[in-house]
């Protein structure tokens, strides 16, 4: 059971160019996630989707895009990349009833210089 | 957004000693939850926590939901090399979309 895949697992991207970091997940969980963790900032929410074809914004939701066409996949997409986007991506899912807690991906580590 | 504050943000001990860590926040939970982050990998939930007062083991981890809400406790006993990472706590947002906020989580370090 492979659970929640993210790739790439690392990359480097210049400043202005754009890519899109893919999570995918086989547990046909309704919610999905993207969330960014900084040093000693714990982990802030940048998008969220409840199903297919419904998304929202999180917390700091500015510079990124997503969209959700199927229950499985959640890609994450920067367009102009920035300096200020370097940081470590987790996708995660989860069923409709939060007390169970998320299952997270292994990350995507990013940095844009 | 809501902060919740993690202490220690920390800490290095020996093998074998125990360990305790806590999470406050500003305003009440009704659920709380905690998580290991290994290195290079994305967090694992450990326990979860449903109720004021409530204690749940899981194996040789303790935690707690404070009397008051907005805390919660936990402990390692008898610490061992494979505990390392970074612990974090998480609580239900209050908009919609089944969303948490994270602590700024209590780094690990374990000396054999």
């Known amino acids: 059971n492979a659970g929640v895949t993210q790739t790439p697992k690392f990359r480097i991207l210049k400043i202005g160019q754009s890519m899109t970091l893919q999570c995918t997940q086989d547990m046909n969980h309704n919610y999905m996630y993207w969330y960014r963790q900084d040093p000693g900032m714990g982990l802030k929410l940048i998008y969220y989707?409840?199903?297919?074809?419904?998304?929202d914004k999180g917390e700091v939701p500015n510079g990124y895009n997503v969209s959700r066409s199927t229950t499985e996949d959640f890609p994450l997409r920067l367009e102009l990349a920035a300096p200020s986007q370097t940081s470590v991506y987790f996708c995660a899912s989860s069923y409709a009833d939060r007390d169970y807690g998320y299952t997270f991906g292994s990350g995507t580590r990013l940095t844009v210089v | 957004g809501q902060q919740l504050n993690q202490s220690p943000q920390s800490m290095f001990i020996q093998e074998g000693e125990d360990v305790s860590m806590n999470c406050t926040s500003s305003s009440i939970f009704n659920t709380w939850l905690w998580y290991k982050q290994d290195p290079g990998e994305g967090p694992v939930l450990l326990i979860a926590l449903y109720k004021a007062g409530e204690l749940t083991s899981n194996g040789r981890l303790t935690a707690q939901f404070g009397i008051t809400r907005k805390d919660s406790f936990l402990n390692i006993s008898a610490s061992i090399p494979s505990d390392v990472g970074i612990y974090f706590c998480a609580g239900p947002a209050t908009y919609t979309g089944n969303q948490f906020y994270f602590g700024t989580g209590t780094s690990l370090t374990v000396i054999p």
């Open positions: 989707s409840v199903g297919a074809g419904i998304t």
